[in-house]
T-cell receptor
Framework: GQSLEQPSEVTAVEGAIVQINCTYQ??????LSWYQQHDGGAPTFLSYNALDGLEETGRFSSFLSRSDSYGYLLLQELQMKDSASYFCAVDSNYQLIWGAGTKLIIKP | EPEVTQTPSHQVTQMGQEVILRCVPI?????FYWYRQILGQKVEFLVSFYNNEISEKSEIFDDQFSVERPDGSNFTLKIRSTKLEDSAMYFC???????????????FGDGTRLSIL
């Protein structure tokens, strides 16, 4: 079967750093994406890793290790507006296979 | 910034009826997708579409579902004989490229909330 595992919920303090992990097992793999979704909103693309290593985009960074079938999203200098659900998704054969999402709760 | 638009934002339908959900992808994008998200659950892939034909479909996308690009701008999802369990948010997405490893980012519309009574 195909599966992605990520924590259901993470809590952090405003201004802190948080890491959301994702492990995957899929039949095809071309890359790992991260999407943000606020309650009632549409998923918004954050980052994509096709190769091993770290990709940095402003306050957000994403890491991939293909040999470990593992990736993470790192959010720095957390702001209250970062409170949302974060989904990892595997790019596999013309489709995205999604994890169940991690709800990020940020406390002042 | 160009965006994907979906109509209607909310559709209420009696069980057994047919519904058509509409999407206008970003104009220069070539690859189109439909996803489903049941309330509180993960996003589920339904189908991808390119050059007027389906590229890939999931197990969810059975004979009850069909997609069409009736003209140069619209992309539709038809659900026949709707069931209670079809109630969900349906998202349309598009990407500039669709080749393996190149179909990111996908740009999502705001979704259509489908409620089956």
């Amino acid at each position: 079967g195909q599966s992605l595992e990520q924590p259901s919920e993470v809590t952090a303090v405003e201004g802190a750093i948080v890491q959301i992990n994702c492990t995957y097992q899929t039949s095809g793999f071309y890359g790992l994406s991260w999407y943000q979704q606020h309650d009632g909103g549409a998923p918004t693309f954050l980052s994509y890793n096709a190769l091993d290593g770290l990709e940095e985009t402003g306050r957000f960074s994403s890491f991939l290790s293909r040999s470990d079938s593992y990736g993470y999203l790192l959010l720095q200098e957390l702001q209250m507006k970062d409170s949302a659900s974060y989904f990892c998704a595997v790019d596999s054969n013309y489709q995205l296979i999604w994890g169940a999402g991690t709800k990020l709760i940020i406390k002042p | 910034e160009p965006e994907v638009t979906q109509t209607p934002s909310h559709q209420v339908t009696q069980m057994g009826q047919e519904v058509i959900l509409r999407c206008v992808p970003i104009s220069n994008h070539l690859y189109f997708y439909w996803y489903r998200q049941i309330l509180g659950q993960k996003v589920e892939f339904l189908v991808s579409f390119y050059n007027n034909e389906i590229s890939e479909k999931s197990e969810i996308f059975d004979d009850q579902f069909s997609v069409e690009r009736p003209d140069g701008s619209n992309f539709t999802l038809k659900i026949r004989s709707t069931k209670l369990e079809d109630s969900a948010m349906y998202f349309c997405a598009s990407s500039e490229y669709g080749d393996r490893g190149g179909n990111q980012p996908q740009h999502f519309g705001d979704g259509t909330r489908l409620s089956i009574l």
